[in-house]
């Protein structure tokens, strides 16, 4: 007990000293105007002395940046990519849903639906693996 009262000496005594100020608080004859102004000074001068250490930390930090040079010249053109599967044409990904082909695909969760997966991504990748080189076989 002793060892504990030693080791922790500082919390203890933190705990007795709120526990002394709620007391005066119910126990007090203070007014409870006196006792919220006193409350409400103590945080601004907590608010000043916060204000004055963000100012002292902004004026350290003067590291600047160049702007980026623009590049100029011709704008990004998207091509699609030629799918050769050597097979019947997959269905298309809007179409899905309403052939009921989802019912077997898990649902994407929040997590994933925020980074762009969706269920019909994977139906449509399995179905195109499954429609590809369907007609390799006839050469053999």
């Given at each position: 007990?002793?060892?504990?009262?030693?080791?922790?000496?500082?919390?203890?005594r933190?705990?007795?000293?709120?526990?002394?100020?709620?007391?005066?608080?119910?126990?007090?004859d203070?007014?409870l105007?006196?006792?919220?102004?006193e409350?409400?000074?103590?945080?601004q001068?907590?608010?000043?002395?916060?204000?004055?250490?963000?100012?002292?930390l902004?004026?350290?930090q003067?590291?600047?940046?160049?702007?980026l040079?623009?590049?100029?010249?011709?704008?990004?053109?998207?091509?699609?990519?030629?799918?050769?599967?050597?097979?019947?044409?997959?269905p298309?990904?809007?179409?899905?849903?309403?052939?009921?082909?989802?019912?077997?695909?898990?649902?994407?969760?929040?997590?994933?639906?925020?980074?762009?997966?969706?269920?019909?991504?994977?139906?449509?990748?399995?179905?195109?693996?499954?429609?590809?080189?369907?007609?390799?076989?006839?050469d053999?």
């Amino acid at each position: 007990m002793e060892k504990y009262k030693k080791d922790n000496e500082s919390l203890i005594r933190k705990n007795n000293f709120k526990l002394g100020r709620e007391d005066a608080m119910t126990k007090g004859d203070r007014p409870l105007d006196d006792i919220i102004a006193e409350h409400a000074s103590k945080l601004q001068k907590k608010s000043l002395l916060f204000t004055a250490n963000n100012s002292q930390l902004s004026s350290l930090q003067k590291e600047t940046f160049a702007p980026l040079p623009s590049a100029e010249g011709p704008l990004f053109v998207y091509v699609a990519p030629e799918v050769i599967n050597d097979g019947p044409a997959a269905p298309e990904m809007e179409v899905l849903a309403a052939r009921g082909y989802l019912r077997h695909v898990r649902n994407a969760t929040e997590g994933e639906k925020a980074g762009g997966y969706t269920s019909e991504l994977a139906c449509g990748r399995a179905i195109q693996e499954a429609f590809s080189a369907l007609y390799l076989g006839d050469d053999l």
